[in-house]
């Protein structure tokens, strides 16, 4: 059915009933190709997405509607500039359902707002711009006198002295952007490679380690967190057990600085705290009853006095 579907979606799936010689499928159905959008092509007038070519003023409301916003536009031929045809385009604008109505201009090429709205006046300053004035038409029409020209030379060198350091830097950027590809591509590989390899090697100190996975650099701020971690009382006590007892050995092997007996009553005692660590933690498990390892904990301490 999915197929069947997206067939009839393309307009690919061809009925039964229909039959070569009776033409394609739009005439068979009896619509035309552009379906809703041709509704009324009969008054010469298409169905377009129209994008709003500038920034304009709803004439309705007075709300900005800006360029790039796209309409459903009714487009018509309204006359022609020599052999160029004028278009005019009918849309309604969201706000107020106000109706705009904009043509071509192919004189000045551009688009000419014919009622409904407003189009919006952006002034900009040349200097905050960093752009240069152009000269109007009748000053262009003036520069073709050659003795026009001679008059104002000295004006227009100064000017260009003016305006050089702008354009010295618009030159360093735009060759800075277009440089070459070869360089570019050069450093990128460059790039790439340093960070494989300083990947590579951070993998192979985690393997070293025994890590499955990849630890990044070491930074400040990790060293502070690991220095200002505490461990609990108990690790402290026993390494201090621990150091003590190593104090208290002798430096010479074979000689002890304490008799047997006190060796035997140290072994019986750490024996003794496994057998009953080990039963706690079968007891915490549910895996001997309270009565047995109270027993057994007896028989180790008559065992000790022995």
Request: contains cysteine; glycine residues 4%.
């Given at each position: 059915?999915?197929?069947?579907?997206?067939?009839?979606?393309?307009?690919?799936?061809?009925?039964?009933?229909?039959?070569?010689?009776?033409?394609?499928?739009?005439?068979?159905?009896?619509q035309?190709?552009?379906?809703?959008?041709?509704?009324?092509?009969?008054?010469?007038?298409?169905?377009?997405?129209?994008?709003?070519?500038?920034?304009?003023?709803?004439?309705?409301?007075?709300?900005?509607?800006?360029?790039?916003?796209?309409?459903?536009?009714?487009?018509?031929?309204?006359?022609?500039?020599?052999?160029?045809?004028?278009?005019?385009?009918?849309?309604?604008?969201?706000?107020?359902?106000q109706?705009?109505?904009?043509?071509?201009?192919?004189?000045?090429?551009?688009?000419?707002?014919?009622?409904?709205?407003?189009?919006?006046?952006?002034?900009?300053d040349?200097?905050?711009?960093e752009?240069?004035?152009?000269p109007?038409?009748?000053e262009?029409?003036?520069?073709?006198?050659?003795?026009?020209?001679?008059?104002?030379?000295?004006?227009?060198?100064?000017?260009?002295?003016?305006?050089?350091?702008?354009?010295?830097?618009?030159?360093?950027?735009?060759?800075?952007?277009?440089?070459?590809?070869?360089?570019?591509?050069?450093?990128?590989?460059?790039?790439?490679?340093?960070?494989?390899?300083?990947?590579?090697?951070?993998?192979?100190?985690?393997?070293?380690?025994?890590?499955?996975?990849?630890?990044?650099?070491?930074?400040?701020?990790?060293?502070?967190?690991?220095?200002?971690?505490?461990?609990?009382?108990k690790?402290?006590?026993?390494?201090?057990?621990?150091?003590?007892?190593?104090?208290?050995?002798?430096?010479?092997?074979?000689?002890?600085?304490?008799s047997?007996?006190?060796?035997?009553?140290?072994?019986?005692?750490?024996?003794?705290?496994?057998?009953?660590?080990t039963?706690?933690?079968?007891l915490?498990?549910?895996?001997?009853?309270?009565?047995?390892?109270?027993?057994?904990?007896?028989?180790?301490?008559?065992?000790?006095?022995?």
């Amino acid at each position: 059915m999915s197929s069947l579907a997206a067939a009839r979606a393309d307009n690919f799936y061809y009925p039964p009933e229909w039959e070569p010689n009776q033409g394609s499928l739009n005439k068979f159905h009896g619509q035309h190709a552009l379906r809703e959008r041709a509704r009324k092509l009969d008054q010469g007038i298409l169905i377009i997405r129209f994008e709003m070519p500038f920034n304009i003023w709803c004439g309705g409301c007075n709300s900005m509607i800006a360029k790039g916003v796209r309409f459903n536009a009714e487009k018509k031929q309204v006359g022609n500039y020599y052999s160029t045809k004028i278009w005019s385009f009918t849309m309604k604008s969201a706000c107020c359902k106000q109706e705009i109505v904009i043509q071509t201009d192919p004189k000045n090429c551009e688009y000419v707002i014919i009622s409904g709205a407003q189009k919006k006046t952006e002034d900009f300053d040349i200097e905050d711009a960093e752009t240069f004035e152009l000269p109007a038409d009748e000053e262009k029409g003036k520069l073709a006198d050659p003795f026009y020209r001679l008059e104002h030379q000295e004006e227009d060198l100064k000017k260009k002295k003016e305006a050089e350091p702008v354009i010295v830097r618009l030159q360093r950027q735009s060759d800075a952007r277009h440089s070459d590809d070869y360089s570019l591509n050069k450093t990128l590989r460059a790039q790439l490679r340093g960070q494989k390899k300083r990947v590579a090697q951070e993998e192979n100190a985690s393997k070293k380690r025994g890590l499955g996975i990849r630890l990044l650099p070491a930074t400040e701020q990790d060293s502070a967190t690991a220095k200002s971690v505490k461990f609990p009382a108990k690790f402290e006590r026993n390494r201090k057990d621990k150091r003590a007892l190593i104090n208290s050995e002798s430096i010479f092997s074979g000689v002890s600085s304490y008799s047997i007996s006190d060796k035997r009553k140290q072994e019986l005692e750490s024996k003794r705290r496994k057998i009953c660590a080990t039963s706690a933690s079968n007891l915490l498990a549910g895996r001997v009853k309270p009565s047995s390892w109270s027993q057994s904990s007896t028989k180790q301490k008559g065992t000790m006095r022995r």
